[in-house]
């Protein structure tokens, strides 16, 4: 009976409501992604959701253009002085939303609080500026500690975008970032409802003439996985991140969905807590890499869709070492090891957190350390706990996955593999003097050859001493409607949003 | 109803074929759960990243999953958490929430008074938060699940039979007792109970189905079973994603659970009847 | 006494309950571990952003001192700002409420109906087969996992058919009722099993009761027995249920929510506890605390109408 009614219900409302759920005349992208936008500050916060939308409502001096090379943003060009340490930059004459004018105080103002502020969450990448002025309405001089190559690469890094120093002075840093501030980028904020979506609409004065190619954007926050291709099926969003792997495949024969799996600088791998036995003992890590079939991992994690890792760094960065082998998979050399090592055969702890697809992956490391002896339970904790318990050591083995921002490698190195340069390599504890210096030394050095020669040096003794087992490079699963055309993601997390046209 | 006696008998005929259907599903789980190691014919936990995601078929019945594991096997030895649950996360918050609704119920007054409030504010818990905190400062596991079940579910059972109880106790033949000088527990415990506890135990087998499905929900803040043992919940929660293109990883433990299910509601409705006729 | 002054007792027994609330939820959202700042700003933010927001809103303090100047907000009628989003913690709750409040009683419209006539039906047929398709239905209907179900409606409804949106809420009323009706159905269905065999078994109970079989005796028609005693004596102990109910819905069409993308407080109580996001969290169990009591209330004001013999 119920059915009978609920049918009946469904046809009436069916028939009610055919045609309800049309667009209006303006033509918004539509993006559905389990990311959440947190705040509005591009200073505030590093964790995705936030980059994508700052990346849209903030221009930097620098962008990328279609092939991914750096070229002029709000600043038209630039001047490398002849000791590496002063940049000066010329801006062009570019508004704010409001009408106001980007100045060089504004391009200041903006940088050095993400140096200085004291709630700043990420200012690595201005680590090396040392000055910075305005010499006068449309010059800005940069001043290094010393030479350093990546520096025009980290003005283009998500946090580096030029907000309103009269609009933050003016109003207040809370409020000129609550609902509504001022932006230098594509877009402004129409609406934002936290929790749910972020709706933008082109700013009328954007730099970039006729861009961007669109009325606005709506980001939809969607946690379910299935939900995301059910929209993107049901026609009700253009584009969504983080498709389920196993349902690639079927979407990329779907008509009017296209799924490029664009190359990230995202990279699947385990960290081992260096910081207490059995892991402080590089015979065990080894080991531990060694009894780890990557080739059947990353097939098995993502249905053959991503490349096995074979360094410590993210397969899409430059200076990537892709000739390099990798840790061959080899139970038998994992068990003298262990044998010769000092690990005493106790369970050891695989910390793990909510994130997608990690139990998966939780369960497979552990039967293949179990197949050469090393023991382990995994624990499985909520995000909160494991971001607590991983600064504080708390684990032995924590497998996760991490990204970076720019396609230079240096700050991919100073997070993941520098024991001294704040995280401790990623909290695992990781310190090798040598690698500290070669870190530094490849970010002073502006030749590209020598450049590489560092990087692939800093990978091999990383790898061999397995700061991190290394286990996946995957591509995004975004998935695409043929309405729009022109957009997709950088490798740095970026959507290609004012590039984007609505055909249909 | 001109054929009210015929039903009344055919009815009577029924009730213990009910109860028998239901625990021999019981039973058959029971037995499954304690020789999971004989019928499961597989190691739950062997990986075989050659056969992901395979069909039933002969040698894999069930399937196999997103890790190449045996479903069948796995959902056998899923029997020996999920039946324990049942019983594990029923008891205790049926044995606290009987106790407060029968005697706040019966007795009324501060007792009553004082034991609402403490209802009151439980109900008014959400149930995540309380799980959370309370796993969060014992640590994550089933058992710490059990132990938060008790603190919150127990509400249920108080108001049920509070809600009987209070009807009861104006009944004549209540009163007729208290007149003729019976102590109040023997009261209570004789006369009351029996005649309040039918809508407790039908809720108590449905009970025990959500306290399984809820037990699922939780997997995913990482507070039910870890894995990667096999437990049905966890099963369905992880088959999430291959829920369109691998049907069977959520579907067998997910008929398990009905099986289960079933079997509790067929004794619950069995045992609700045989209560009210020795009442 | 009267049922007015009755009823403003039982507001007044309101405050104890919110103070034991706020108490118990405040210690427990404190004392579960967890970082909320790191989550909010990134997994690179340096150490000392993170200890400075923390210091910011006085998470480094004392716990009564944190306790004391929360509560002194909240008698100003401020419950504090979000930890994530720095916005005003009633203002966020206010935003998501109407959705989970229409999804509810959504739910309710398509269930109560539903419930009474099975119910019935089962009951005057016992052990007939309509009887036992409506026991093997709601069976179903409350093992199958929620997710499943309604992944599956919305991939048929939704995608297949292209019937009902898979996601989002609308923005008028029309909009919402079409919206919502998959996640509405999908909670239903486990929702109204639950109900039909309760009230079921009470049905029958009342069924075989003694005055019944006395009006029988007397020569009542059987269907004015049923309407006039059985039904509205089996009514009470569906309707304490469906008030458990209605308030563990309101805080936990969390799957439904989250399954539809309908952002209701379900869906934000759930990101605010993964987020630590203390201040929503508190207002979320207060909010929802009282949303219970007043349930509760309206449950038992009805049932002293249902039957006289219950006292407030």
């Not at chain 3, 419950?79 to 009633?90: D, F, K, T």
């Not at chain 3, 563990?248 to 969390?254: A, D, P, R, T, Y």
């Amino acid at each position: 009976m119920i059915w009978r009614s609920i049918g009946a219900a469904a046809a009436v409302a069916a028939c009610i409501l055919t045609g309800a759920g049309s667009a209006g005349s303006e033509e918004l992208v539509r993006i559905a992604s389990p990311y959440k936008t947190t705040t509005l500050d591009p200073s505030r916060s590093a964790a995705a959701g936030n980059i994508e939308t700052f990346g849209q409502l903030y221009a930097r001096l620098l962008r990328r253009d279609q092939n991914g090379e750096l070229a002029p943003g709000l600043a038209e060009s630039w001047e490398i002085s002849d000791d590496g340490k002063t940049v000066t930059l010329t801006l062009r004459d570019a508004k704010f939303s409001d009408g106001s004018p980007i100045t060089a105080e504004d391009v200041v103002f903006s940088l050095l609080r993400v140096r200085d502020h004291p709630e700043s969450a990420y200012p690595a990448p201005l680590q090396q500026l040392a000055e910075a002025k305005a010499k006068d309405e449309k010059t800005v001089v940069l001043t290094l500690e010393h030479p350093f190559a990546p520096f025009l690469g980290n003005l283009e890094v998500f946090n580096a975008g030029i907000v309103s120093k009269t609009d933050v002075e003016a109003r207040g840093e809370e409020e000129a970032f609550a609902s509504d501030p001022v932006t230098s980028g594509p877009y402004q904020v129409r609406e934002w409802r936290p929790n749910d979506r972020l709706v933008l609409e082109a700013s009328p004065n954007y730099w970039r003439e006729g861009y961007p190619k669109n009325d606005g954007a709506e980001l939809i926050e969607v946690g379910s996985e299935n939900t995301r291709v059910a929209m993107m099926l049901s026609g009700e969003v253009d584009a969504a991140r983080e498709i389920p792997w196993s349902q690639v495949s079927d979407l990329q024969t779907r008509e009017g969905l296209e799924m490029p799996l664009e190359p990230s600088t995202v990279i699947y791998m385990t960290l081992l807590n260096e910081g207490r036995a059995p892991f402080d003992d590089v015979r065990v890590r080894q080991a531990a890499a060694h009894a780890i079939d990557v080739k059947a991992v990353a097939k098995a994690m993502t249905f053959g869709h991503a490349e096995p890792a074979n360094t410590t760094l993210p397969g899409a960065l430059d200076f990537h070492h892709s000739e390099y082998p990798g840790i061959a998979y080899d139970p038998a050399k994992a068990k003298a090891l262990l044998e010769e090592s000092d690990y005493d055969g106790e369970d050891i702890v695989i910390l793990i957190s909510d994130i997608a697809d990690i139990d998966k992956l939780a369960v497979l490391l552990q039967a293949q350390w179990a197949a050469v002896g090393l023991k382990a339970k995994i624990e499985k904790v909520d995000r909160g706990v494991w971001w607590e318990r991983i600064p504080n050591g708390d684990y032995d083995a924590a497998p996760s996955w991490w990204y970076n921002e720019t396609m230079d490698p240096d700050l991919a190195a100073r997070w993941a593999l520098c024991g001294t340069c704040g995280n401790r390599s990623f909290y695992t504890n990781y310190d090798d003097p040598k690698v500290n210096e070669l870190i530094e030394a490849a970010a002073a050095e502006f030749d590209p050859e020598k450049r590489t020669a560092l990087y692939h040096e800093i990978q091999e003794i990383t790898t061999t001493e397995v700061s991190q087992i290394p286990l996946y490079y995957p591509p995004f699963t975004n998935a695409y409607s043929a309405r729009v055309e022109g957009l997709q993601m950088t490798p740095a997390l970026q959507w290609t949003l004012e590039e984007t046209e609505v055909v249909e | 109803m001109s054929d009210e006696p015929a039903a009344f008998a055919s009815m009577s005929r029924k009730v213990p074929f009910e109860i028998a259907l239901g625990a021999a599903i019981l039973a058959a789980w029971v037995i499954l759960a304690i020789g999971a190691p004989v019928f499961a014919g597989a190691d739950p936990n062997a990986i075989d990243l050659l056969a992901i995601l395979q069909p039933p078929s002969l040698n894999h019945p069930f399937g196999t999953d997103h890790l190449g594991r045996d479903v069948f096997a796995r959902v056998v030895f899923g029997a020996r958490i999920d039946v324990w649950m049942g019983v594990a996360g029923v008891l205790p918050p049926l044995v606290i929430g009987v106790t407060v609704g029968l005697f706040s119920g019966y007795f009324g007054g501060l007792l009553d008074t004082v034991m609402m409030r403490l209802v009151d504010i439980t109900v008014a818990f959400p149930f995540f938060i309380l799980v959370i905190a309370i796993v969060g400062m014992l640590g994550p596991g089933l058992g710490n699940y059990f132990i938060a079940l008790a603190l919150v579910a127990w509400v249920s059972y108080a108001r049920l039979i509070r809600a009987e109880v209070v009807v009861l106790k104006n009944a004549e033949y209540i009163q007729a007792a208290r007149a003729l000088g019976y102590h109040p527990l023997y009261i209570v415990l004789r006369h009351v109970l029996p005649n309040a506890i039918s809508p407790i135990v039908v809720y108590a087998m449905s009970d025990a189905v959500l306290v399984i499905l809820a037990g699922a929900s939780l997997g995913f803040l990482g507070l039910g079973a870890q894995p990667p043992t096999a437990e049905w919940g966890v099963m369905i929660a992880d088959g999430q994603p291959y829920v369109i293109d691998a049907w069977w990883i959520c579907f067998f433990p997910g008929l398990a659970a009905v099986t289960l299910g079933l079997g509790f509601l067929l004794v619950s409705d069995g045992l609700a009847h045989a209560l009210k006729v020795t009442s | 006494m009267s049922r007015l002054s009755v009823i403003g007792q039982r507001l007044l027994h309101l405050i104890p309950v919110l103070i034991g609330i706020s108490v118990i939820s405040f210690l427990l959202v404190k004392l579960s571990p967890g970082d909320p700042i790191r989550m909010l700003l990134g997994d690179r933010a340096t150490e000392e952003a993170v200890s400075m927001v923390r210091e910011r809103y006085g998470l480094d303090r004392p716990l009564l001192e944190q306790y004391l100047v929360y509560i002194g907000n909240l008698l100003q009628g401020d419950l504090g700002r979000s930890i994530r989003y720095r916005l005003p913690v009633g203002e966020l709750i206010l935003d998501f409420l109407p959705r989970t409040l229409f999804l509810v009683l959504y739910v309710m419209c398509l269930s109560v109906p539903a419930t009474v006539l099975l119910a019935i039906a089962a009951a005057r047929n016992q052990g007939g087969w309509i009887d036992q398709s409506i026991r093997v239905l709601s069976v179903c209907g409350m093992t199958i996992p929620v997710f499943w179900l309604a992944v599956m409606l919305s991939r048929f409804f939704g995608v297949e058919l292209g019937w009902f949106p898979v996601s989002g809420y609308g923005e008028t009323f029309i909009e919402h009722l079409h919206h919502l009706f998959l996640p509405a159905v999908s909670t239903a269905v486990w929702l109204v099993p639950l109900l039909v065999r309760n009230l079921r078994a009470a049905i029958l109970e009342q069924m075989e009761a003694d005055y019944v079989t006395a009006s029988r005796s007397k020569g009542l028609p059987e269907g004015y027995i049923f309407r006039r005693h059985i039904f509205l004596n089996s009514v009470l102990p569906t309707l304490h249920l469906l008030g458990v109910m209605v308030a563990f819905l309101i805080g936990s069409s969390v799957v439904v929510e989250i399954v539809y993308a309908v952002p209701g407080l379900g869906a934000l109580m759930i990101s605010s506890v993964i987020g630590r996001d203390y201040y929503v969290v508190q207002g979320l169990t207060l909010v929802y605390a009282l949303g219970t009591v007043l349930v509760t209330l309206t449950v038992d004001v009805i049932s002293t109408l249902v039957d006289p013999r219950v006292k407030l």
